[in-house]
C-alpha cells in the first residue's frame, strides 16, 4: 500500500510561491497517477492539479491554470505542486492523493484517488 505525506505548507503574502511536495512509499508509485486537492475554510474539497502516471499529461483547475504546475519524479517516488502568484483565495488545506494502478482517467474527481495523505496548510495573507 502507497503512504502519502505531504510538506511545503506555509504562511505566505499575496504574490509569493511555494513548492508543495508530497512524498510517496511503496514500489506502485510509478504506475499511479497523482493529484493534488485542496479544501479552503467552510468548503468543499476541490481538484487543483492532477498529473499521469507517465508524467506525459497534466491537469489543472480553471483557478490555478497558469500560477500552478505539477510534476512528478517517479525515480523518486515524488509529486510537486509549484504555486507562483499566491492569492489570498489560495488559502486551504492541500493534499496529496494517488490513485489506483492504471487508473490515468477522470483525474479530476475525488472518488479516483483511495490514497491520500494528511494535507498541508498553505495560508496567503493579503
Known amino acids: 500500500q502507497v503512504q502519502l505525506v505531504e510538506s511545503g505548507g506555509g504562511l505566505v503574502t499575496a504574490g509569493d510561491s511555494l513548492r508543495l511536495s508530497c512524498a510517496a512509499s511503496g514500489r506502485t508509485f510509478s504506475s499511479r497517477a497523482m493529484g493534488w486537492f485542496r479544501q479552503a475554510p467552510g468548503k468543499e474539497r476541490e481538484f487543483v492539479a492532477a498529473i499521469r502516471s507517465s508524467g506525459a499529461m497534466t491537469l489543472y483547475a480553471d483557478s490555478v491554470k497558469g500560477r500552478c504546475t505539477i510534476s512528478r519524479d517517479n525515480g523518486k517516488n515524488t509529486v510537486t505542486l509549484q504555486m507562483n502568484g499566491l492569492k489570498p483565495e489560495d488559502t486551504a488545506v492541500y493534499y496529496c492523493?494517488?490513485?489506483?494502478?492504471?487508473?490515468?482517467?477522470?483525474?479530476?474527481?475525488?472518488?479516483?484517488?483511495?490514497?491520500w495523505g494528511q494535507g498541508t496548510q498553505v495560508t496567503v495573507s493579503s
Open positions: 492523493a494517488a490513485t489506483n494502478p492504471d487508473r490515468d482517467y477522470f483525474l479530476r474527481l475525488q472518488s479516483e484517488y483511495p490514497i
